[in-house]
């Protein structure tokens, strides 16, 4: 069905239009700013571009609040200029992925207002209404502390709507099959336009049922989505936000033909940043095993941080505590009660930690997903609400702006002082520099990419002896790629066997400090403090030696 499993293997890069980069000098960044700044994406390594919603919106949610969903907001250009985008992206062979919100609209999308102007029309069923106000109107609240219910009354209609997000999004209908078709027109829509998938926002909301929410959820739905999918592009998929417990996530991938290919691993994120700020492993190391068996055709794409809080809800309440005290110890670096609203770099402070934190990203089962600006080490603006402390425009230069634009006046304010600011972090002081962090991500993502064993292998984990160091090896059409991580503020000595040919050499790809097994088969690994490894079992020749694809397996 799918003769190119692309996101099986793909380095994704997550941006906010209007924060990237100004092409026309009015503050907001723009699909002509993108356009020109391609070629870093591509010297950088980036396989696939997933956008951040950029369709009309009063903006009053980054965009999530979407008042037309067959247009460009006239701040970031027209949809010729998108289509332009698509095109030169598909040049440099980059895919390009959408947001696609449909949980909720807008409340001055046309279908809202009219639903609310006349209690006659079709669209009055495409939203969910009370004529009194629900038991349970105050708990559900996805911004708890900021939100204050989900069901507010509408003076028009004389009803009260539903929404999980904020009073000024209310939610769809989705067991309305009119709302289902008109979501699918959507997605041929942009399929049309050559989009190669989808990012799909809050998965479990949208297959809730509208008159029993938390009831049952409707996969069926998911599978109507895909199945439509397939249909108008064999090779797009679905990338899903579903921040859910192990045991839920087959019912979200399915069989693998009718659910998502990609999903957000949630819960290996939270228990990764455990073992960063304690330095245990053991709750990391479960997490990977309980995330492992997906069908062959999915994947999982993993990530440090997005463009949310860092969200960290599922761990035991100690682990929770533990973060926080590490990496967000005051309030106001907090949010939602569940999480920490600040970028990597800030949080982790040392640059050994923040490679070793990429390090174990990029070599953890799936497809790595980068957010903009977290390449150079950028910084939050503590002083912007809730989740736009993480959206500062990006820092390309120490001009006016950080480069980002040539106005008076930004969509939001450039990070100027203090050690993140434009003109100590930016892209192009680091571009000159061979040692630094920039250049480090580039060389990163290129051993990534050369070790094709992560996106399409087996896994498993090896005995190292030594607590709080993490070790993964993989194995694939007959090569062996070894990575490990060392998550103690000590260096530490493991002791590895490797088993398989060519198991007796290791060959360092970071560096030259190769590894010849003693007489017993053993390796014995010298790791700095927040030190790692990663090594091609056998030598180089493994392109030579890869054994050929079985008949029925794609790539």
């Given at each position: 069905?799918?003769?190119?499993?692309?996101?099986?293997?793909?380095?994704?890069?997550?941006?906010?239009?209007?924060?990237?980069?100004?092409?026309?000098?009015?503050?907001?960044?723009?699909?002509?700013?993108?356009?020109?700044?391609?070629?870093?994406?591509?010297?950088?390594?980036?396989?696939?571009?997933?956008?951040?919603?950029?369709?009309?919106?009063?903006?009053?949610?980054?965009?999530?609040?979407?008042?037309?969903?067959?247009?460009?907001?006239?701040?970031?250009?027209?949809?010729?200029?998108?289509?332009?985008?698509?095109?030169?992206?598909?040049?440099?062979?980059?895919?390009?992925?959408?947001?696609?919100?449909?949980?909720?609209?807008?409340?001055?999308?046309?279908?809202?207002?009219?639903?609310?102007?006349?209690?006659?029309?079709?669209?009055?069923?495409?939203?969910?209404?009370?004529?009194?106000?629900?038991?349970?109107?105050?708990?559900?609240?996805?911004?708890?502390?900021?939100?204050?219910?989900?069901?507010?009354?509408?003076?028009?209609?004389?009803?009260?709507?539903?929404?999980?997000?904020?009073?000024?999004?209310p939610d769809l209908n989705m067991d309305n099959p009119r709302v289902r078709a008109e979501i699918r027109r959507v997605m041929g829509y942009w399929l049309q336009l050559g989009v190669d998938g989808f990012?799909?926002?809050?998965?479990?909301?949208?297959?809730?049922?509208?008159?029993?929410?938390?009831?049952?959820?409707?996969?069926?739905?998911?599978?109507?989505?895909?199945?439509?999918?397939?249909?108008?592009?064999?090779?797009?998929?679905?990338?899903?936000?579903?921040?859910?417990?192990?045991?839920?996530?087959?019912?979200?991938?399915?069989?693998?033909?009718?659910?998502?290919?990609?999903?957000?691993?949630?819960?290996?994120?939270?228990?990764?940043?455990?073992?960063?700020?304690?330095?245990?492993?053991?709750?990391?190391?479960?997490?990977?095993?309980?995330?492992?068996?997906?069908?062959?055709?999915?994947?999982?794409?993993?990530?440090?941080?997005?463009?949310?809080?860092?969200?960290?809800?599922?761990?035991?309440?100690?682990?929770?505590?533990?973060?926080?005290?590490?990496?967000?110890?005051?309030?106001?670096?907090?949010?939602?009660?569940?999480?920490?609203?600040?970028?990597?770099?800030?949080?982790?402070?040392?640059?050994?930690?923040?490679?070793?934190?990429?390090?174990?990203?990029?070599?953890?089962?799936?497809?790595?997903?980068?957010?903009?600006?977290?390449?150079?080490?950028?910084?939050?603006?503590?002083?912007?609400?809730?989740?736009?402390?993480?959206?500062?425009?990006?820092?390309?230069?120490?001009?006016?702006?950080?480069?980002?634009?040539?106005?008076?006046?930004?969509?939001?304010?450039?990070?100027?002082?203090?050690?993140?600011?434009?003109?100590?972090?930016?892209?192009?002081?680091?571009?000159?520099?061979?040692?630094?962090?920039?250049?480090?991500?580039?060389?990163?993502?290129?051993?990534?990419?050369?070790?094709?064993?992560?996106?399409?292998?087996?896994?498993?984990?090896?005995?190292?002896?030594?607590?709080?160091?993490?070790?993964?090896?993989?194995?694939?059409?007959?090569?062996?790629?070894?990575?490990?991580?060392?998550?103690?503020?000590?260096?530490?000595?493991?002791r590895l066997v490797v088993e398989g040919d060519g198991c007796e050499r290791l060959v360092d790809l970071l560096g030259t400090d190769d590894s010849r097994a003693d007489r017993q088969g053993r390796h014995?690994?010298?790791?700095?403090?927040?030190?790692?490894?990663?090594?091609?079992?056998?030598?180089?020749?493994?392109?030579?030696?890869?054994?050929?694809?079985?008949?029925?397996?794609?790539?």
């Amino acid at each position: 069905m799918i003769e190119d499993l692309w996101y099986k293997n793909s380095i994704v890069y997550s941006l906010d239009l209007d924060t990237f980069m100004d092409g026309n000098g009015d503050g907001v960044g723009d699909f002509p700013g993108l356009i020109n700044r391609l070629d870093y994406l591509n010297s950088l390594g980036v396989d696939v571009l997933w956008l951040a919603p950029f369709q009309p919106s009063p903006n009053r949610d980054n965009g999530y609040d979407i008042s037309d969903y067959y247009g460009v907001d006239r701040r970031y250009g027209s949809s010729g200029d998108f289509v332009e985008f698509v095109n030169h992206a598909r040049k440099r062979g980059m895919r390009v992925i959408l947001d696609l919100v449909v949980n909720h609209t807008s409340d001055q999308h046309p279908w809202f207002k009219e639903a609310c102007r006349d209690p006659d029309s079709e669209y009055r069923d495409w939203y969910i209404w009370s004529k009194k106000r629900p038991a349970g109107w105050n708990k559900g609240m996805v911004f708890p502390g900021v939100q204050k219910s989900v069901w507010t009354r509408e003076p028009k209609a004389k009803l009260y709507y539903h929404h999980r997000f904020y009073d000024f999004q209310p939610d769809l209908n989705m067991d309305n099959p009119r709302v289902r078709a008109e979501i699918r027109r959507v997605m041929g829509y942009w399929l049309q336009l050559g989009v190669d998938g989808f990012r799909v926002d809050a998965v479990p909301f949208i297959l809730e049922p509208s008159q029993q929410p938390k009831g049952e959820l409707q996969f069926e739905y998911l599978a109507e989505m895909r199945q439509f999918l397939q249909w108008r592009a064999g090779h797009a998929a679905l990338l899903g936000e579903a921040n859910v417990e192990p045991k839920e996530t087959q019912r979200y991938f399915g069989d693998g033909r009718d659910g998502l290919n990609m999903m957000f691993n949630f819960w290996v994120n939270q228990h990764l940043f455990y073992a960063l700020a304690s330095g245990d492993t053991k709750p990391l190391e479960q997490a990977l095993k309980a995330t492992r068996k997906i069908p062959d055709a999915t994947q999982w794409a993993v990530f440090l941080r997005n463009h949310d809080e860092l969200d960290i809800e599922r761990l035991p309440k100690q682990r929770r505590e533990k973060v926080f005290k590490r990496f967000g110890p005051e309030p106001h670096m907090q949010l939602y009660h569940r999480g920490i609203r600040r970028r990597l770099a800030s949080m982790l402070g040392d640059r050994r930690h923040l490679e070793l934190a990429n390090s174990v990203m990029f070599s953890l089962p799936g497809s790595p997903v980068l957010r903009y600006g977290d390449e150079i080490g950028m910084g939050e603006d503590l002083s912007l609400k809730e989740r736009d402390a993480v959206r500062t425009p990006m820092q390309w230069s120490s001009e006016r702006n950080g480069g980002f634009s040539t106005a008076r006046r930004t969509v939001h304010p450039v990070i100027s002082k203090g050690p993140y600011g434009y003109k100590s972090i930016n892209v192009d002081a680091q571009r000159r520099d061979p040692g630094s962090f920039l250049n480090w991500m580039i060389k990163m993502i290129r051993v990534r990419k050369e070790c094709p064993e992560i996106g399409w292998g087996e896994w498993s984990l090896l005995h190292t002896g030594v607590p709080g160091v993490l070790c993964l090896c993989y194995s694939w059409r007959g090569n062996q790629v070894v990575v490990v991580h060392n998550f103690n503020r000590q260096p530490q000595q493991v002791r590895l066997v490797v088993e398989g040919d060519g198991c007796e050499r290791l060959v360092d790809l970071l560096g030259t400090d190769d590894s010849r097994a003693d007489r017993q088969g053993r390796h014995d690994i010298a790791l700095t403090a927040f030190g790692y490894k990663w090594f091609r079992v056998g030598g180089m020749n493994y392109a030579l030696r890869r054994e050929p694809a079985a008949p029925d397996e794609r790539h």
